[in-house]
């Protein structure tokens, strides 16, 4: 049952309603539906719909259609974000566990969390107490493994998640693991679901491989009736009639459950079809049906893995698969997440000639998103609902505190002034080009540097006010840039007056409140859901694989620079931004250029700006990878000063694919 709060509703109404709740035998929780402030009451308890209604400070009481509450959507419209230390799983982020099926040994695990950190994943996985179908397999090495495991974890920078089979080993298990499994085969053990959702910690449930969406999600609700808020679902296969595959991946479960709960869903590929070769096609088809991440099984010899060998990737395996969800993520409008590497983790530092301390793997606590203050916060360009905006979403989390600017140059003003720790703006589209503005701001903003980059893939759509249609439209209003990458849709309309304007989320906040039917704005799917705007038609870009890439900035003096933002980036960076000038004489790029060639380091990109006050002489802006020696880099870079007439190092940070 869910009651609607009134927006005046005093503090003493308030308790006054909890304790009515609480005394006629519902648990009650608080929590913000959409625009309400509402009371989910959930339990066995009796009270009367119509009494509870009158009752002060009540709007109104709704039944919700379902017979699990807590895991629905009805009660809860935004997505729960679990946190698992640095890790988060929901949300616009796709997070990878992988590890062993069984922890066999400290070598194992110690080997296994080396080779799945490098690669990008963000959590451990391993069985220290195993639940096999024959009695005479290996059982795992249980608290022993478990112990092997943490320190494996704690060493490589991530979390746990283990399987709990039996009530009698939770609490011993409670002290070691950051998240417990509750494993297929004990889905509906209602008994250990109470008492470890009674501990609090969150829980990976998998799904029984019998169960249906509606019994899994109310294996979900005795979790969350426990006592914890944190429950993680994963689908791992069903049994069905087919047995060609270990069991059969349910792939439309992703959707129906994200429809139905606010819970991450997750997919354990591994499980589900039982065969090595045909892992990781399975686990991007869940990505791409829209799962918020996966669990998969690694062996670093699984020839030799006394469980489940034959579905457990080679560490190569598993480090293209990575590869291949970084590059499909922002097909289905999501990041990759990478945690920040701890200090004692980064082996590799890359530091730049400019700023000697710059660029490091990153602080162990992210830092990016760390609550309201004002030193937290990241500046973008806009208002609400503008892509720069889903940008910094998507680079620093949904927490993240955001100062909206009118202007890019607002943004590197704000971050230098300290009224910013990090800003975001947009370098370069896929379909349009460069945002030479941005490059010119780094040009004139010596103290400002980059660190880090994040591709987003950009849909346009046209909207109106809710009033209009697509026949009605006259104006279209949106940034210069949107208008570039509709071309091919615009030209279908050369009727049209294009009313050019500082940003999509903007245009769509000023077409809805003109209300006039015959103006419309090109943004993003977002900015209408947020400004109340109506889409007339979606996916209008001149071609789907359109991407802009943002660039993450702070000060370099701030300290700032130092880190890579989490979500940007894990790992030593692979890439750096560079500006220079060259003597006005034959041959003087092409000899910077053969510096960079002979040192073996990939030019990406290469952009002349033209310098203020210097007709005809230009700058010359380029990114550039960083090979694996940090000293052969430095060296370079010595050689390229040499070259150009004025050099400057940008910063250095991890690409994004
Ligand atoms: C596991 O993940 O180790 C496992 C045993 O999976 P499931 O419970 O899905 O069979
Ligand atoms: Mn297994």
């Not at 091919?488 to 304007?501: A, I, S, Y």
């Amino acid at each position: 049952m869910v009651v609607v709060l009134s927006k005046n509703i005093t503090q003493a109404d308030k308790d006054r309603l909890r304790s009515y709740l609480s005394e006629r035998g519902f648990t009650v929780r608080e929590q913000n539906f959409g625009e309400d402030a509402i009371i989910g009451a959930t339990g066995k308890g009796i009270v009367e719909a119509h009494e509870l209604a009158l009752l002060p400070g009540v709007e109104r009481v709704a039944q919700t259609s379902k017979p699990y509450e807590l895991a629905s959507r009805e009660t809860q419209a935004e997505d729960t974000i679990v946190t698992i230390g640095p890790v988060k799983i929901g949300g616009s982020r796709i997070s990878v566990i992988a590890g062993p099926c069984a922890v066999e040994s400290r070598e194992q695990i110690m080997e296994t969390a080396a080779c799945v950190r490098e690669s990008g994943a963000v959590m451990l996985r391993g069985g220290a107490y195993k639940p096999r179908s024959s009695p005479y397999t290996f059982q795992g090495l249980g608290i022993k493994g478990l112990e092997y495991m943490r320190e494996a974890g704690d060493a490589y920078g991530m979390p746990i998640v283990t399987e709990v089979v039996s009530t009698e080993f939770a609490d011993a298990m409670k002290e070691l693991t950051q998240c417990f499994q509750i494993g297929a085969r004990n889905m509906q053990n209602y008994e250990l679901l109470k008492k470890v959702g009674a501990i609090g910690k969150p829980v990976l449930l998998k799904r029984g491989p019998s169960a249906t969406i509606e019994e899994w999600l109310l294996s979900a609700e005795y979790l969350l009736a426990s006592g914890t808020k944190d429950v993680i679902l994963c689908e791992r296969g069903i049994r069905t009639f087919e047995t060609y595959t270990r069991n059969t991946l349910d792939i439309s479960a992703i959707p129906v459950v994200k429809k139905l709960s606010h819970l991450p869903v997750i997919v354990d590929p591994s499980h589900a079809v039982g065969i090595r070769g045909m892992v990781s096609t399975v686990a991007l088809a869940a990505i791409a049906a829209g799962a918020d991440g996966l669990t998969v099984e690694v062996h670093p010899h699984p020839e030799l893995a006394l469980s489940d060998g034959p579905q457990s990737l080679y560490p190569e395996q598993f480090e293209k698969l990575m590869r291949d969800i970084e590059a499909l993520a922002p097909v289905v409008g999501k990041e990759l997440l990478r945690t920040p590497r701890s200090r004692a983790e980064s082996a590799i530092s890359v530091t730049s000639p400019a700023a000697p301390e710059a660029a490091t793997g990153g602080a162990a606590d992210g830092g990016a998103a760390d609550g309201g203050a004002a030193s937290s916060m990241v500046a973008f360009s806009g208002e609400r609902g503008a892509f720069a905006e889903q940008a910094l979403v998507r680079a620093f989390g949904e927490d993240a505190p955001r100062l909206a600017v009118p202007s890019f140059q607002a943004v590197f003003d704000a971050v230098l002034e300290g009224k910013a720790r990090y800003g975001i703006v947009p370098m370069e589209n896929s379909l349009a080009g460069s945002i030479h503005e941005n490059y010119d701001l780094f040009i004139r903003y010596p103290d400002i540097a980059v660190v880090g980059e994040l591709k987003l893939r950009i849909v346009h759509c046209l909207i109106g006010s809710p009033d209009s249609s697509i026949e009605k439209i006259r104006v279209v209003r949106s940034h210069p840039q949107p208008f570039a990458q509709c071309r091919e849709f615009l030209d279908k309309h050369p009727g049209w007056t294009l009313e050019p304007c500082g940003d999509t989320g903007g245009a769509v906040a000023s077409i809805v409140r003109g209300g006039d039917p015959t103006v419309a704005a090109i943004a993003g799917e977002i900015a209408a859901k947020i400004h109340g705007g109506k889409i007339l038609k979606a996916g209008i870009e001149t071609n789907p694989l359109n991407y802009t890439r943002f660039a993450a900035l702070a000060r370099r003096d701030g300290g700032d620079a130092d880190r890579i933002p989490a979500g940007l980036a894990a790992g030593a960076p692979n890439k750096a931004s560079i500006v220079f000038s060259t003597p006005n004489e034959p041959g003087s790029l092409f000899a910077c250029l053969q510096v960079l060639s002979e040192g073996g380091i990939n030019l990406s990109k290469l952009e002349s700006r033209p310098i203020p006050g210097k007709p005809w002489r230009y700058l010359f802006y380029a990114d550039v990878s960083i090979p694996e020696s940090e000293d052969a880099f430095h060296a370079v870079m010595e050689e390229l000063k040499k070259k150009t007439e004025d050099f400057r190092f940008l910063g250095a940070y991890r690409a994004s694919l």
